[in-house]
């Protein structure tokens, strides 16, 4: 074969091999076009490691081929994203507390997430921040945990305060409080949270089960059961 031969042969075979996306955006567009086109393998070299474990390549090449209309459907949704890309990681440290930072302008930030450290938002960072809270005798972080309703059981009684959730949990609840933070605290790394609207719960130790409640964006803890 000449020499401009083979150059044409490479050029056309680099042409056709799959290239490696730089950003989310090229991926979402390769894996668009991929779909459509029904270049399945090259679809399929798209997916991460861990979705190509669960998903060998036949099984992805079947799903394809018996939902090409949902499937066209989706490369269409996916080649005309209506946002931004945002690019994030998540560290899980041995107690099982995530960082999240985000890729930004090239270089890797941490999320504001981290610095609120009895945060609510979620109901696995509202039970992190318990244990924190708990941990760490913070009363006044505790009592943000407690829904408005118990806060004022009675009408006619005093609201609960720091002095008395204190009393209450140093006092006569403090052995099942132990128990109950400890076993929270070995189940929450790997726990599922079901979460419903406004409730959440979460299983613990042999039988337990801690139930949340939304209160105006906030997660809080409504029972251990």
């Not at 050029?11 to 076009?33: F, G, I, V, W």
């Not at 209450?168 to 949270?193: F, H, N, T």
């Amino acid at each position: 074969m000449s020499r401009a031969r083979c150059l044409l042969a490479v050029c056309l075979l680099a042409a056709c091999a799959p290239s490696r996306p730089a950003t989310p955006e090229q991926a979402l567009s390769a894996y668009a076009a991929a779909i459509r086109e029904r270049r399945v393998e090259d679809a399929y070299a798209l997916l991460s490691a861990e979705a190509r474990r669960g998903l060998p390549l036949e099984a992805f090449r079947r799903i394809v081929k018996e939902s090409g209309d949902d499937m066209d459907e989706l490369a269409r949704a996916l080649a005309l994203p209506t946002t931004a890309p945002m690019v994030t990681a998540t560290l899980t440290a041995p107690n099982g507390e995530e960082l999240v930072l985000f890729y930004e302008h090239g270089a890797w930030k941490i999320d504001a997430a981290s610095v609120d450290l009895y945060g609510q938002d979620t109901p696995r960072r509202a039970l992190r921040a318990f244990l924190r809270a708990y941990e760490k005798r913070r009363w006044d972080i505790l009592l943000r945990f407690v829904p408005d309703a118990k806060k004022t059981p009675d009408e006619k009684a005093p609201p609960l305060d720091e002095a008395k959730l204190k009393d209450s949990w140093e006092g006569p609840q403090r052995e099942d409080m132990q128990r109950i933070v400890s076993a929270i605290r070995a189940a929450l790394p790997d726990a599922q949270i079901e979460e419903t609207g406004e409730r959440a719960a979460m299983s613990y130790g042999a039988s337990g089960t801690v139930l949340l409640v939304r209160e105006r964006g906030l997660w809080k803890i409504e029972e251990f059961d």
